[in-house]
């Protein structure tokens, strides 16, 4: 089984950053794309920023130039540092990973964390 762990979440004021952690655990061979989710209050949960495994970018239009995601690919581990924090980016944030097993590599499976609140309010 595999598991995926957020935490780094919490409140935080206009203009305020934090810095989200991803780890993820257990019979994992490798780890393909990772990626950050939000779901706002009464909204569908929306792709916020993904990285490949070779450390290849994306990002929404909304949260350029101040996310910035990266991970650590020997600690199964990625992060989302979020600098001049808006209210708008309140919601639960969740980690998305494509993952292989040992119990069978040549199957791809797609795990999610259990989120992690960020609320920016003043």
């Known amino acids: 089984q595999v598991q995926l762990v957020e935490s780094g979440g919490g409140l935080v004021q206009p203009g305020g950053s934090l810095r989200l952690s991803c780890a993820a655990s257990?019979?994992?061979?490798?780890?393909?794309?990772m990626r950050w989710y939000r779901q706002a209050p009464g909204k569908a949960r929306k792709l916020v920023a993904s990285?490949?495994?070779?450390?290849?970018?994306d990002y929404a239009d909304s949260v350029t130039d101040r996310f910035t995601i990266s991970r650590d690919n020997a600690k199964n581990t990625m992060y989302l540092q979020m600098n001049s924090l808006k209210p708008e980016d309140t919601g639960v944030y969740y980690c998305n990973a494509d993952v292989r097993s040992y119990q069978n590599t040549r199957v791809v499976l797609e795990y999610w964390g259990q989120g992690t609140q960020v609320t920016v309010s003043s």
């Open positions: 990285i490949t495994s070779s450390g290849i970018t």
């Open positions: 257990g019979s994992i061979f490798s780890i393909n794309a």
